[in-house]
């Protein structure tokens, strides 16, 4: 498999004008004195305040870390923070409704090593009877005894040895719609989320829906258990994109409205979370973004 190190970064780094800095951390981004542009990036690296300009700044430290730097960065032109006119940085937080289902059958024996990956997206639109859109559902790879054990630390390990043998694993997704309410803030070097979960209602009947399902695939037993905060699922919508500048930070080419060379290329810039892993939607958007970055922005 690839991934971005291996696909990306490593070809990237052949290039004599491409350096990597290891090791090190943003502190904040500062604008130029007419606020129209960034000027400046502080990080410390080795206990050391250091400063690069750059000519264009990418941002993409992930939903929760790119709002936080965003929002630290605030002082001079932009008091509410960078690329903040809008006051919607750390807004709109999303991440999935999420709970993992474990179906048992005492009869059957699983004896998967890799377990095939497979996905039902028979709710996804609808409820099945006309109603409002429930999720999807996917396999979570053969869960063996001691990744039980962290969730269920009280259950004996042989139990959740036969548990792990005898069941298939999946996880339900719904999607977590923006709520302006629902944010991340900071306090100093304290990140504070607020999450507000919404569309609990469609979850629960995903649950129930699947559950009526395995039990009548011979599954006898289902058990059920939410995924909470401790295990964040697609955080994403805090820097979000938009055509009007009044709501939203980010511009369809995750360009900010507020200062012309500052992009913000991560989950920040979804403006909903559907309901589905949006990895492969932020590649695609990248991509998108670099081309149009090459057009506009080097073409000298």
Known sequence: KLDAESAALAVALKFENVSLVTNAMVERLIPAPDGRRIAAIEYVKG?????????????????????????????????????????????????HNSTALVAIDPRWRNDSVYQKTLALHDYYFDDGEGGPPLGNVQLVGKV??????????????????????????????????????????????????????????????????????????????????????????????????????ANAPLDIWCRAHDHENLFVVDASFLPTSAAVNPALTIAAQALRVADHMIRTEFHA
């Not at 870390?65 to 750390?90: K, Q």
Request: hydrophobic share 45%; aromatic share 8%.
């Open 144 to 245: 063996s005894g001691p990744v039980f054990k962290a969730a269920l630390p009280y259950v004996p390990g042989f139990a959740l040895d036969w548990l792990a043998s005898h069941s298939v694993t999946w996880g339900a997704f719904s999607e977590d719609l923006p709520d302006p309410e629902s944010r991340v803030r900071v306090n100093g070097r304290t990140i504070i989320s607020d999450w507000r979960k919404t569309n609990l209602a469609a979850h629960q009947r995903l649950i129930a829906k699947m559950k009526e399902r395995f039990r009548a695939a011979g599954f006898p037993l289902v058990l059920s258990r939410a995924w909470d905060q401790r295990t964040p699922s697609h955080q994403c919508g805090t820097v979000r994109m938009g055509a009007d500048a």
């Open 47 to 95: 206990g050391e305040l250091r400063r690069v300009t750059p000519a264009i700044v990418v941002l993409a430290a992930g939903a929760v870390n790119s709002a936080a730097i965003l929002l630290r960065s605030a002082g001079g032109p932009c008091p509410n923070g960078i690329a903040n006119r809008s006051d919607a940085v750390g807004r709109y937080f999303m991440q």
